[in-house]
């Protein structure tokens, strides 16, 4: 006997947010007063149960490289299903080692041998362990604002405390200033500065660790941070530092890889550093749970012990992830990300003008843009405004757009459309942003 009849009523947006209160964690947080209930989605556009449609420019935390169920993914996709679907690690596959042979072509200097997992904090976890059994130290840097998953090492990493749900982390992790120039954490201004956040590493190498350390793990662009950006100096002092003192540098490219940032295919390519280990997951299968951790053969044949992950490496992932990393080399779409940002960022940058006191800061690159919003940049008051956040999301959801958020405070809107976005669409999600603002300024 089941637990529910056959015959069953399809659920409305009321019952299956009811449910979801019911049966799933509360902590689990929604954006929006009444979260919306998805259905279905085809490129940018998605819809809601009960038929509305919107404009998604937050593409699943910057997971949908080519927008919702591509059919150039879902068509190898589907055809790996019916072919094999599950075998673990244990066994090679096909699509598995045509993925690590992609990745060992497409990433920066020696980068050559992948681990694969189901998620990036499985990736964090297994760079960090790897820096360490490489180096023989045990101490590892990451930044301020910096977000690295949900595991105990991951939440260690994670200088965020809305993100940090217990009081005890794991020992031997060193927080960094981070290259915040709006809200520079020592004060000061760029380039006058003289890139203080990077070179300070030194001093906190001397004085909070045994003076070796195993490694130095940053975003290039801070995602969950919202979208902190370095200056274009800061990477080649930094490294240059970690290095000096025996560690190596761990590149999170989950939220800047494949293109997001425009140009390149990693974003650690703009700042002229070829990482010793690089960690990756979300717009690498559109959508599909896979992440990687790609290391120089040096660092990946130095771990000697058993390893396995039960979902790294299935097929089914590693078909949707070769499909997409296809289409964005075929498409040449980091370079369309490099265009639409411009055209993206050119209207934020609008925005800034016309609305000074509530903008703070516009930053980012290629199609992970950001607007921070605070009480009055025009008055020089750069007070986090996380009210003002939560307005401006109400009044995008009534015009169709669907964003993110992000930064410490709350108060950083997230932008980032697929990289096959068109102009029209963008013109389209600006026009809905400016009349948001325009009726959140009014009110």
Not at 292 to 304: L, N, Q
Not at 339 to 349: I, N, P
């Amino acid at each position: 006997m089941t637990k529910q009849s056959k015959n069953v009523k399809p659920l409305d947006a009321a019952a299956i947010r009811a449910k979801e209160q019911e049966f799933l964690f509360p902590s689990v947080g929604h954006y929006y007063k009444e979260p919306i209930v998805l259905d279905s989605g085809s490129g940018t556009r998605v819809k809601d149960i009960d038929g509305r449609e919107y404009l998604d420019f937050f593409g699943g935390i910057l997971t949908l490289s080519l927008g919702h169920c591509n059919p150039r993914v879902n068509e190898p996709l589907k055809a790996q299903i019916d072919r094999l679907g599950h075998v673990s690690t244990l066994y090679p596959t096909l699509p598995m080692v045509e993925l690590a042979e992609r990745l060992a072509r497409i990433t920066p200097g020696r980068l050559q041998k992948s681990f694969f997992t189901a998620s990036g904090t499985e990736a964090d976890e297994t760079a960090v362990a790897l820096a360490q059994v490489y180096t023989g130290a045990l101490e590892i840097i990451a930044l301020r604002h910096g977000y690295s998953g949900r595991s105990m090492l991951a939440q260690s990493l994670t200088a965020h405390s809305s993100w940090r749900s217990v009081p005890t982390q794991i020992a031997g992790i060193k927080h960094a200033v981070s290259p915040y120039c709006y809200r520079c954490p020592l004060g000061l201004k760029y380039p006058s500065c003289g890139v203080k956040c990077a070179t300070d590493l030194e001093e906190l190498i001397q004085t909070t660790t045994t003076g070796k350390i195993a490694g130095f793990l940053a975003e290039p662009i801070q995602g969950v941070g919202g979208f902190i950006t370095p200056p274009p100096e800061y990477f080649q002092i930094a490294v240059e530092i970690v290095r000096k003192y025996g560690g190596v540098f761990i590149c999170d490219e989950v939220q800047t890889g494949f293109g997001r940032t425009g140009t390149h295919m990693f974003g650690i390519e703009h700042y002229g550093v070829e990482p010793d280990i690089m960690t990756m997951a979300k717009g690498i299968a559109n959508g599909m749970p896979i992440a990687a951790t790609v290391a120089t053969p040096e660092i990946a044949d130095s771990f000697k012990k058993l390893t396995i992950s039960t979902f790294g490496g299935n097929p089914m992932s590693c078909a949707a992830a070769n499909a997409t990393l296809e289409v964005i080399e075929e498409d040449n779409l980091c370079q369309n990300a490099e265009v639409r940002g411009a055209q993206l960022r050119a209207g934020l940058d609008a925005l800034k003008v016309r609305h000074p006191e509530i903008v703070g800061d516009v930053r980012g690159k290629g199609l992970m843009l950001a607007i921070e919003l605070v009480v009055n940049e025009r008055a020089g008051d750069r007070t986090p405004n996380p009210a003002a956040t939560l307005r401006l999301f109400e009044e995008t959801k009534q015009r169709g757009l669907l964003i993110g958020k992000g930064g410490l405070y709350g108060n950083v809107v997230r932008i980032s459309p697929p990289l096959n976005v068109t102009a029209s669409e963008v013109d389209e999600a600006l026009k809905k942003l400016g009349e948001a603002f325009m009726s959140l300024t009014r009110s």
